[in-house]
Protein backbone atom coordinates (compact mmCIF):
# COMPACT_ATOMS: atom_id res chain seq x y z
CA UNK A 1 0.00 0.00 0.00
CA UNK A 2 1.49 3.01 -1.28
CA UNK A 3 1.27 6.15 1.06
CA UNK A 4 1.84 9.34 0.81
CA UNK A 5 2.15 12.94 3.13
CA UNK A 6 2.36 16.27 1.90
CA UNK A 7 4.51 18.99 3.67
CA UNK A 8 5.67 22.42 3.29
CA UNK A 9 2.57 24.24 2.70
CA UNK A 10 1.42 27.68 4.53
CA UNK A 11 0.59 31.89 4.20
CA UNK A 12 3.12 33.42 1.93
CA UNK A 13 3.02 37.13 0.19
CA UNK A 14 2.60 37.21 -3.55
CA UNK A 15 6.18 37.15 -5.34
CA UNK A 16 7.12 34.90 -2.77
CA UNK A 17 8.06 30.88 -2.56
CA UNK A 18 7.37 27.96 -1.06
CA UNK A 19 8.62 24.25 -1.36
CA UNK A 20 6.65 21.06 -0.98
CA UNK A 21 7.46 18.07 -0.14
CA UNK A 22 6.03 14.61 -0.84
CA UNK A 23 7.11 11.74 1.18
CA UNK A 24 6.27 8.19 -0.16
CA UNK A 25 5.86 5.05 1.42
CA UNK A 26 5.40 1.43 -0.02
CA UNK A 27 6.05 2.98 -3.71
CA UNK A 28 5.49 1.68 -6.99
CA UNK A 29 7.92 0.54 -9.52
CA UNK A 30 10.21 2.87 -11.16
CA UNK A 31 8.36 3.94 -14.01
CA UNK A 32 5.91 4.76 -11.81
CA UNK A 33 4.59 8.61 -12.01
CA UNK A 34 4.12 11.27 -8.91
CA UNK A 35 2.21 14.56 -9.76
CA UNK A 36 1.06 17.25 -7.94
CA UNK A 37 -2.60 18.47 -8.64
CA UNK A 38 -4.33 21.37 -6.65
CA UNK A 39 -7.74 22.35 -5.86
CA UNK A 40 -9.90 25.67 -5.32
CA UNK A 41 -12.45 26.46 -3.13
CA UNK A 42 -15.25 25.88 -5.61
CA UNK A 43 -13.19 24.56 -8.58
CA UNK A 44 -12.26 21.46 -9.54
CA UNK A 45 -9.12 19.48 -8.93
CA UNK A 46 -6.42 20.46 -11.62
CA UNK A 47 -3.22 19.50 -12.83
CA UNK A 48 0.02 20.81 -11.49
CA UNK A 49 2.91 18.78 -12.53
CA UNK A 50 4.57 15.57 -12.83
CA UNK A 51 7.25 13.61 -12.64
CA UNK A 52 8.34 9.77 -13.25
CA UNK A 53 10.69 8.17 -10.75
CA UNK A 54 12.98 6.93 -13.82
CA UNK A 55 13.17 10.61 -14.97
CA UNK A 56 12.04 11.73 -18.33
CA UNK A 57 9.63 14.26 -19.30
CA UNK A 58 7.90 16.47 -16.98
CA UNK A 59 4.63 17.91 -18.07
CA UNK A 60 3.57 21.23 -16.24
CA UNK A 61 0.36 23.04 -16.04
CA UNK A 62 0.59 26.56 -18.39
CA UNK A 63 -0.42 27.98 -15.79
CA UNK A 64 2.53 27.22 -13.60
CA UNK A 65 5.51 26.90 -16.38
CA UNK A 66 8.60 29.15 -15.57
CA UNK A 67 7.58 29.89 -12.11
CA UNK A 68 7.08 25.98 -10.80
CA UNK A 69 10.20 23.14 -10.35
CA UNK A 70 9.10 19.08 -9.68
CA UNK A 71 11.87 17.15 -8.40
CA UNK A 72 12.21 14.09 -7.16
CA UNK A 73 14.87 12.15 -4.41
CA UNK A 74 14.64 8.16 -5.43
CA UNK A 75 17.14 8.02 -2.57
CA UNK A 76 14.71 9.72 0.10
CA UNK A 77 11.46 8.57 -1.68
CA UNK A 78 10.45 12.25 -1.84
CA UNK A 79 9.00 14.07 -4.36
CA UNK A 80 9.13 18.10 -4.53
CA UNK A 81 7.46 21.10 -6.12
CA UNK A 82 9.34 24.47 -5.97
CA UNK A 83 6.72 27.39 -6.63
CA UNK A 84 8.14 30.62 -7.05
CA UNK A 85 6.79 34.03 -7.63
CA UNK A 86 3.42 32.90 -5.85
CA UNK A 87 0.40 34.67 -7.13
CA UNK A 88 -3.17 34.92 -5.69
CA UNK A 89 -4.10 32.08 -7.84
CA UNK A 90 -2.13 29.55 -6.95
CA UNK A 91 -3.97 29.15 -3.40
CA UNK A 92 -5.47 25.82 -3.43
CA UNK A 93 -5.24 22.67 -1.35
CA UNK A 94 -2.07 20.70 -2.82
CA UNK A 95 -2.33 17.26 -3.82
CA UNK A 96 0.16 14.70 -4.14
CA UNK A 97 -0.52 11.40 -5.93
CA UNK A 98 1.02 8.15 -7.31
CA UNK A 99 0.38 5.83 -10.16
CA UNK A 100 0.78 2.14 -10.27
CA UNK A 101 1.46 1.99 -14.13
CA UNK A 102 3.73 3.87 -16.46
CA UNK A 103 1.46 6.05 -17.95
CA UNK A 104 2.39 7.97 -21.10
CA UNK A 105 3.05 11.92 -21.00
CA UNK A 106 -0.74 12.64 -21.79
CA UNK A 107 -1.81 10.35 -19.05
CA UNK A 108 0.10 11.68 -16.40
CA UNK A 109 -1.98 14.95 -16.97
CA UNK A 110 -4.63 12.87 -15.62
CA UNK A 111 -6.36 12.22 -12.04
CA UNK A 112 -7.96 8.91 -13.26
CA UNK A 113 -4.57 7.66 -13.30
CA UNK A 114 -3.22 8.09 -10.31
CA UNK A 115 -4.33 5.37 -7.70
CA UNK A 116 -3.10 7.09 -4.68
CA UNK A 117 -3.48 10.09 -3.28
CA UNK A 118 -2.20 12.51 0.08
CA UNK A 119 -4.45 14.21 2.05
CA UNK A 120 -3.17 17.60 0.93
CA UNK A 121 -1.81 20.58 2.22
CA UNK A 122 -2.82 24.61 2.15
CA UNK A 123 -1.17 26.66 0.04
CA UNK A 124 -2.10 30.94 0.84
CA UNK A 125 -0.85 33.19 -1.36
CA UNK A 126 -1.85 36.66 0.13
CA UNK A 127 -0.64 39.84 1.62
Known amino acids: QVQLVESGGGLVQPGGSLRLSCAVSGRSGSSAAMGWFRQAPGKDREFVAAIRWSGGSTPYADSVKGRFTISRDNAKNTVYLQMASLKPEDTAVYYC????????????????????WGRGTQVTVSS
Open 97 to 116: AASKGSPTVLYMTKPATYDN
